[in-house]
């Protein structure tokens, strides 16, 4: 008789557990930020290894390495990001920015390098605040002089800004489809150099800096979008930085740059040149006009159409392959 009992009373309790459980709604966080489809310390690494602008450009945009994740327009297919740099005096600007429609773009990050009066140049990359909250910056510290800062000082110096757009891109870009943002972040590590530091600061050192930025900074897509402003997207979080110490994301150290200076420039040789130089090869881009084969009837032309077309295209297309 007890045991039955026993019995009776282990499944009224069972049932008043199943009955309490059907009215329990379980809601499965969502961590996942648009900033998180671009690592802003693989940028770091990526322009620490440029020869040129153009090179970064092309790094920025490589099918095989996949450094970006960014589909602002959500059109299926990651953003291309163009390079456009500004200068005034001993400060250079390089803006990254990506091309979401024709005629509109996108301030993703900007890189500021500025020349001290020690002739040691300082770099820092700085989050748009539409992307990535106010003052997110990360200063990387070089284990090595990047060629592409030596180049800004050097003899062969000319400015850069990308000649493609909506619709025209270089021969070697291939669109891809973003990845789910957490295999996005897990693979686009490997692509970091840990041989140099990427230290957070809220300190933005370059004056220059931000009054060339206030003259050229792009917000076609925020304009439009205002719902998803960082501050919106993120309320109660100050930058990205609060996103990363939620994630326990923590900086890429190494003791071989625990005592370096944040400072990456040194004087320049008169003879210097760059790796494509040095090889004897060829740009395929000179003074900011992408050299395209004129006696096929169907090559793209170098400048931009004057007609916008009825429709968005479904695809972006690509540039003819230049000739070998």
């Given at each position: ?78 953003d291309y990001l ?78 850069w800004r990308s ?22 972040r897990t693979n ?137």
């Amino acid at each position: 008789m007890k045991q039955k009992i026993g019995s009776l009373v282990f499944a009224l309790i069972v049932g008043l557990g199943n009955l309490y459980a059907q009215d329990v709604t379980t809601v499965e966080a969502t961590d996942n930020d648009i900033s998180d489809n671009l690592d802003l310390e693989a940028v770091a690494s990526l322009f620490g290894e440029a020869e040129d602008l153009e090179d970064f450009e092309k790094k920025l945009n490589d099918p095989d390495t996949q450094i970006s994740n960014l589909d602002l327009n959500e059109d299926g297919e990651v953003d291309y990001l163009r390079v456009v740099e500004t200068s005034k005096d001993e400060t250079h600007l390089v803006t990254i920015q990506a091309v979401i429609a024709e005629e509109q773009y996108q301030d993703v990050a900007v890189i500021d390098v500025e020349k001290g009066n020690d002739d040691d140049t300082n770099v820092q990359v700085v989050g748009d605040v539409y992307m990535y909250g106010p003052d997110y910056i990360i200063t990387p510290v070089y284990v090595h002089p990047p060629v592409v800062v030596i180049w800004f000082w050097g003899p062969y110096y000319n400015p850069w800004r990308s000649p493609y757009y909506w619709g025209y891109y270089p021969p070697y870009y291939r669109p891809w489809r973003p990845y789910p943002t957490p295999r996005y972040r897990t693979n686009v590590h490997v692509h970091v150099n840990v041989n140099n530091s990427y230290s957070r600061t809220t300190v933005r050192k370059s004056s220059t800096s931000v009054e060339l930025q206030n003259k050229t900074r792009k917000n076609d897509f925020g304009s439009k979008n205002p719902d998803k402003s960082y501050a919106t997207r993120n309320e109660g979080s100050k930058s990205k930085q609060d996103l990363n110490n939620n994630k326990g994301t923590e900086k890429v150290n190494n003791s071989k740059t625990e005592n370096a200076k944040e400072s990456t420039g040194k004087k320049v040789q008169d003879d210097w040149k760059t790796e494509s130089e040095k090889q004897g090869t060829e740009s395929n881009v000179k003074d900011n006009r992408a050299s395209v084969p004129s006696n096929e009837s169907n090559a793209k032309p170098a400048a931009k159409p004057a007609a916008k077309p009825a429709a968005k295209p479904a695809t972006k297309p690509k540039s003819n392959p230049r000739k070998r």
